[in-house]
């Protein structure tokens, strides 16, 4: 079964706006990963966080990790068309082989 | 660097005949991932090598899928006797070592008909 879930499934902004996606999972993880996805596409590494960190910043991306929650968020702001993809948290759990476990992701679509 | 590759990117075949897949990990990658991705859902894990070993298999791999990586380098994932539900994108990832993030090829889009 799937560990992670992302919410929303889907979100349509227009250019400019923030795009704020979450994902929650269910056991403890190791680090937990987000992915870009382009239709048709191979997947994109955006940013890891590990699970003793609270935050990350890459570009325009905020990435938030709570684990008391077990929740994170995909912060992109000022969003551009070129962002519309598929985004997919994927987590790895404590002591394993360090696959990925994706939930079904959010279809982001930005309107020019 | 430069990165994972899969081939074939497309492969259209009728159902009941073998496909195989072929995945060319990062060169010092020892960890190597087979993924499936069906429409709309996010990849499910396949299996995994560490270097030549094949340490894990998901449920999902049936007695049709074999994967294999010989000499720790390239993998290759075969499907036997190929049914529609095998219709998926089939993607394959590497990484260096436990924590590090993970490379993704572009993936191989089976067809099934």
Redesign the interface.
């Given at each position: 079964s799937?560990q992670?879930e992302e919410d929303p499934q889907a979100l349509s902004i227009q250019e400019g706006e923030n795009a704020t996606m979450n994902c929650s999972y269910k056991t403890s993880i190791?680090?937990l990963?987000w992915?870009r996805q382009n239709s048709?596409?191979?997947?994109?590494?955006l940013i890891?966080i590990?699970s003793n960190e609270r935050e990350k910043h890459s570009g325009r991306l905020r990435v938030t990790l709570d684990t008391s929650k077990k929740s994170s968020s995909l912060l992109i702001t000022a969003s551009r068309a070129a962002d519309t993809a598929s985004y997919?948290c994927?987590t790895?759990l404590m002591g394993g082989?360090?696959?990925?476990?994706?939930?079904?992701?959010t279809r982001l679509a930005v309107h020019p | 660097d430069t990165g994972v590759s899969q081939n074939p990117r497309h492969k259209i075949t009728k159902r009941g005949q073998n496909v195989t897949f072929r995945c060319d990990p990062i060169s010092e990658h020892n960890?190597l991932?087979w993924?499936r991705q069906t429409l709309?859902?996010?990849?499910?894990?396949l299996t995994?090598f560490?270097n030549e070993a094949q340490?894990?298999k998901s449920r999902l791999l049936s007695d049709r899928f074999s994967a294999e990586r010989p000499k720790g380098s390239f993998s290759t994932l075969e499907i036997q006797r190929t049914e529609q539900g095998d219709s998926a994108?089939y993607?394959c990832?590497s990484?260096p070592e436990?924590?590090a993030?993970?490379?993704?090829?572009?993936?191989t889009?089976l067809t099934v008909v």
């Open positions: 799937q992670g190791n680090n990963q992915y048709g596409r191979g997947l994109v590494h890891l590990r997919f994927a790895t082989y360090n696959k990925l476990i994706f939930g079904a992701g | 960890r991932y993924y709309g859902q996010g990849p499910e894990f995994y560490q340490l894990e994108m993607l990832a990484s436990v924590g993030r993970d490379f993704f090829g572009q993936g889009r």
